[in-house]
Every structure is written in C-alpha cells, then in structure tokens.
C-alpha cells in the first residue's frame, strides 16, 4: 500500500491549531483534514494528529473512536447513509433500507465488489420533513418516492463515477414570519444585501453605539425570550452570570449541533438566514465582553456550514466581525467548530469537552459554563434559533417580542413537524399556539384518508401525547403542565397505522446507540430496554416485560451525570402509560394488528 504523505498538511494544520486557545481543541478538525485527504483516518494519521497536538495515539484513537463520521477503514467512493430514525420509519424508512440492500447487493455496514458504494443506516440527520431521506457522499437526499429511488440507483449503478446533485426539494417552509423567518424565501447568494435591505445589523449598530452591556441584558431579560435548544433557561438570565469582571478571556459558543429527532430548524436558519445568527452573536459577545466566538456546527450538516461560513466571510468583509466592529472599538472572532456525529454533544457540557478536544462526555454540573466552561474559562452557550431572536429584540424592542408570546415566555417559534401530516415542514407561529392548530392548519392536518393517533412535541425525548390531548399550547410551561416538554419544538405526528411498540423501539433504538456510556443506568439501562422491546416486537414479549421497562425507566432518572439519561426514560413510561393496551396486546398474542401501511413509502398524495 502507497505510504500516506501528511507533509503538504503541514502548513494547513498550523492555521488550524492557532485558532483556538489550547493545541489539543484541534483535535477534530486536524482528524476532519487527515480523513479528507485519505479518505479515512489510518494509524499514521492518528500518529501525525498526535505528534501536531502533543496528546499520545491513544488518546487520538479514543477521539476517532467516539464520533461516528470518522472511518477507520477506507469506503466506497459514494458514502449512502440511510435515515432510520422515527421520522423516517413513520414514512417507510425500512422499505427504503430493504430496496437498497436488494438492489446493491450488499448488508448494512458492506461496501459494493466494485468498491463504488458502501451502505449504512444512521440515526435522525434532521431534515425530517424530507422523510424519507439519505445522505449520499454530505448531499441530503429526500423524500426518497420511489421517483427519486430510480434516480438514485441510476447514479450509483449506472454513473457512480459523476457527482451527484439532486435539487432542494421544494417543502413547505414558512416564509414571512415576524421574527425567524421573515427571510427564509430569499435566494442564495443575496443574503447580506437582502439582510441589510431588510434592517440588517441596524440592531448590532444601536447596542454597539447607544446601550450598555447591562442594558443589553436587561433588554433581553424583558423579552421574556426562552433557551430554545430546549431546555427553556430564560436568556437574560443566563447572560447576566457571566462574571462581568474575568481575569480570563470570556467565551460565547453557539449550539448548532442539532441532532434531536423532528427537529431541523437550526438547518434552516444556518442556511437562508446566517446574517440574523451572526448579528445575534455580536449582540451576545458585546453583552457578556467576550471577543470569541465558537459556532459548533454538526458534521452531517455539510451545506449549512458551508453556507454559515460564506456569511461569516461576508460580514468580515463589511466590517461586522473582525477588529474593531463599524469602529465601535469593539471586536469579534468567529471559528467554526465542525463536530463529528454524536448527539450527545449537543448537551452542553458535552459540546464543551468535544470543543477541547475530548470525547463528547458531559461533565458534572456545578460549575456551571457561566463560570467555567470551555477551557475553564467563562462561557455563555446559546441556540442557534435563540441567539437568531435576539436582533429582532433589540431592534424591535422588548414589549414587542414579550406581547407576541405568552407571559412568561416571549416571542414566535420555528416548529419542525414531520411524520403523518399532509404538509411536513418548518412553521413560525407564536410560542403559545395550540398543537391542534399547528397540525390542523399549518401542516394541512393528517395526510389523506388517516386519522390521528399520537404526538411527540418536542422532540424525540418528550413524552408522548394522545389525540385527545392536543388542545395544548405550544410554550414551556404550558407542555410541562400538560406531563411533557416543549423541548426542541420537533413535532412528531403519528397516525392511526403507527405501532406503537414500533415507535418506542425506534426511539429506544436511538437512546441505546447514542449513550455516551459513562454512567451506568444510562448505558445499561438503554441496552436493557432495547433488548426487551425487541422482544416484545418479535412476538417474544414475556409477561413481567411491561413493569421491568417501567422499573429500568423509573431507575435511571435523575441519577446520572446529564439527563439524557432521564429523556430515554420518557418515551418508555409514557408511551406505555398511554397505549398500554396495545403492548399487553403484543406481549400476549405476539402479534401485531397493524401492519402495512405505516411502512408504505410516502405517497403522491403528500409532499
Ligand atoms: C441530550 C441533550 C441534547 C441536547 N441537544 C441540543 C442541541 O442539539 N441543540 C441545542 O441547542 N441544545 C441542545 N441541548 C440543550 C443544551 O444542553 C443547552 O441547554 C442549550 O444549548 C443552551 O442554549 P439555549 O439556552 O439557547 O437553549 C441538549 C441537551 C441535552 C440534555
Ligand atoms: S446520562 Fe447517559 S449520556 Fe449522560 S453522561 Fe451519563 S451515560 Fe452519558
């Protein structure tokens, strides 16, 4: 085999390293460079990143080890990874997985005798309004009709040695919004003119030049706006932890490694609205004193970076990022962090020990990030979608993005909502509408012919909700009264065909396979409850297994270090809870009375 030459890396590995404050927070991207050029990361490149760092291989190995996107092996030319994930088996995901196997020829995890395809099946890309959908070599591809099945398979057998570039579907995202989407409609390539036409960075200009960072908080602390990455914390409040005096640098990072799945709402803004990110992080920095900025981006989301940073080029070149902003006095460094595929990260404490360079654990808190985060230092993580807000906040004024919330919670929301609705998409309504009307009128109800049977509404993790439940509204607090949680706001909508065994198995499915494994009732207890409701969906079920998923469920929240391990708990107890019947029904028979459609590719009569 030709030996691998890392000396024409050399020079791109310096600027690389001198962008963040410790050598060994390289890490990711010094392994993104070395799998790039070789196509994979071999024991020399492990070596090579070592020796750059000053960490020993076996750290390295540990790293590459953890996150799924890098390859230890060399693949196909043409990389498929397949979608399972709930939102994608709603909309006949294994009839996808089954198709390409019988036509490749080959398993999951093989690769084609002639080297061009190698088949995976991954879990939630988020972008599960295109259910169902696959990643082809970084290319979102979906819905995949059998239409576009044909032009897939013609690719791959027929030219698989010519780039491959399907068309962005044309999906139903809302345009015209009054605080998130107002821009989502413009075409690519227009955006900081069409951002500055529209009232761009006129916010970033009066919070530079005419309030004081305490006003800046306050201002936000007034809007009422809420975390919306999902855990609610409101804003304001958070960035007035940030010591206001630090011997050491401050740090802001934002989250934008949205991983949890029916969510894609941080995709979007990435790619049609960057500019309204990039001033919410001017915003942000200037209120807390922090003069650098991280922007952890999710490896899968190949487009959104490349589109975020071609913004943060277009801001730099107009004064916006840099030294000394609009000649404010005050500056501002981005770097774009790319991760490498493990949902974990996107907890925050995760993000932080993936950003240093480590494996995606999370860490114990207190300390909280506000005093020691990344490197120790003070740092204030925020969402993508809130920091999108903050612009409009200090623009528009606190009282108007309060008023277009609920009391206590401010503003409007984007809602991903996918599975069984007749029009999946991206929808910004104010936090407060009901969950009846964002499926009934924004999504267009559910698809044709069906009737409603179940709703996730915030994400994977929330608690399910039946149909007789969905006179609810949309905010934090109202979701957390009605026994589940706003989250991320992915909503999953599942008609009468769902197996309800079928769907917890997919969401146990993903909670076993992304569990960092450090605490023992999440790691085994994930395991355990795959395990028994693999059974139970094989027509094995026994008669205690209903009460051992409650008591393994029951024993794993609120004893771990994050509460992931809580939120793989959730699905379990409610889903159960509230569909009992039907599991007693699988364990006792070891049937199911609902096969079919629910696996039936999405049809002509929906987006
Ligand atoms: C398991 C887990 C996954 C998470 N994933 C994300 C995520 O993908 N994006 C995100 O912004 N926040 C995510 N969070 C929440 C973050 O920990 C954190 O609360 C958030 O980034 C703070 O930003 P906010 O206050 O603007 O919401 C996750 C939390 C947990 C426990
Ligand atoms: S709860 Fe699970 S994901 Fe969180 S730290 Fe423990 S093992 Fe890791």
């Not at 989502?184 to 069409?194: I, N, P, Q, V």
């Not at 409040?237 to 490694?257: C, H, M, T, Y």
């Not at 903050?390 to 919670?409: C, M, N, Y």
């Not at 409650?550 to 992931?564: D, P, Q, R, W």
């Amino acid at each position: 085999m030709e030996k691998m030459d890392f000396n024409p890396l050399e020079t791109k590995a310096k600027e690389i390293i001198v962008r963040y404050e410790e050598p060994r927070a390289a890490m990711l991207p010094l392994l993104w460079l070395a799998q790039e050029t070789f196509g994979h990361i071999s024991p020399e490149g492990e070596a090579w990143v070592g020796e750059k760092l000053g960490v020993t291989i076996a750290h390295v190995r540990e790293v590459v080890s953890f996150y799924t996107m890098f390859q230890t092996k060399p693949l196909g030319k043409h990389h498929l990874q397949v979608c399972r994930s709930l939102p994608c088996l709603l909309q006949g995901a294994n009839g996808v997985i089954t198709q390409f196997k019988e036509r490749l020829g080959i398993g999951l995890g093989e690769t084609t005798l002639d080297g061009k395809v190698t088949l995976s099946a991954v879990e939630c890309l988020c972008a599960c309004e295109m259910a169902p959908m696959a990643q082809i070599s970084e290319q979102y591809v979906g819905p995949l009709t059998p239409q576009t099945l044909q032009e897939v398979f013609h690719h791959l057998l027929e030219q698989p040695d010519t780039a491959f570039r399907p068309p962005e579907p044309d999906l139903h995202i809302a345009g015209g919004g009054p605080v998130l989407s107002r821009r989502f409609k413009h075409a690519e390539g227009a955006w900081f003119d069409a951002y500055a036409a529209d009232g761009g960075y006129e916010a970033a200009k009066k919070a530079l030049t005419s309030m004081t960072p305490a006003q800046v908080i306050d201002e936000v602390l007034k809007s009422n706006l809420r975390g919306l990455g999902g855990a609610g914390f409101p804003t304001g409040r958070k960035w007035s932890f940030i010591p206001k005096e630090s011997s050491k640098p401050k740090f802001l990072v934002v989250n934008a490694d949205e991983g949890e799945p029916g969510t894609f709402k941080d995709r979007y803004l990435l790619e049609r609205d960057p500019h309204a990110l990039i001033e919410g992080m001017i915003i942000a920095a200037y209120a807390i004193g922090s003069h650098k900025a991280y922007v952890y981006i999710r490896g899968e989301y190949v487009r959104p970076h490349r589109r975020f940073a071609k913004a943060v080029e277009e801001a730099t070149r107009h004064g916006w990022l840099g030294k000394n902003i609009q000649g404010t006095g005050f500056d501002l460094e981005v770097v774009i962090h790319r991760g490498a595929g493990a949902y974990i990260c996107g907890e925050e404490t995760a993000l932080l020990s993936s950003l240093e360079g480590g494996k995606g654990f999370p860490k114990l808190k207190p300390p909280f990030p506000a005093i020691s985060g990344l490197f120790k230092c003070p740092t204030l993580i925020n969402n993508v979608e809130t920091l999108a807000c903050v612009g409009p906040i200090i623009r528009q004024g606190a009282e108007w993005f309060s008023k277009l919330g609920t009391p206590k919670q401010g503003g409007t929301r984007l809602f991903s909502l996918c599975g069984h609705v007749a029009r999946p998409g991206l929808y910004e309504a104010p936090v407060g509408v009901s969950l009846r009307e964002l499926i009934y009128t924004h999504a267009g109800g559910i698809r044709e012919g069906h009737r409603l049977k179940a709703v996730i509404p915030g994400g994977i993790s929330a608690k399910v909700l039946t149909a007789e439940e969905i006179d609810v509204k949309m905010d934090f607090d109202s979701l957390l009264s009605a026994g589940t949680m706003a989250g991320s706001a992915g909503v999953i909508v599942m008609d009468e065909t769902t197996c309800m065994v079928e769907a917890l198995r997919a969401a146990s499915h993903f909670f076993a396979d992304e569990s960092c494994g450090q605490c023992s009732p999440c790691r085994e207890g994930t395991g355990w409850i795959l395990k028994i409701i693999d059974r139970i969906r094989k027509g094995a079920g026994r008669p205690q297994d209903l009460e051992n998923l409650l008591s393994i469920a029951g024993n794993m929240e609120g004893k771990t270090i994050c509460v992931f391990a809580d939120a793989a708990a959730w699905p379990v107890q409610s889903y159960i809870t509230k569909f009992r019947g039907e599991f007693e029904h699988h364990v006792a028979t070891g049937e199911c009375d609902l096969k079919g459609p629910a696996l039936a590719l999405r049809g002509p009569g929906q987006a």
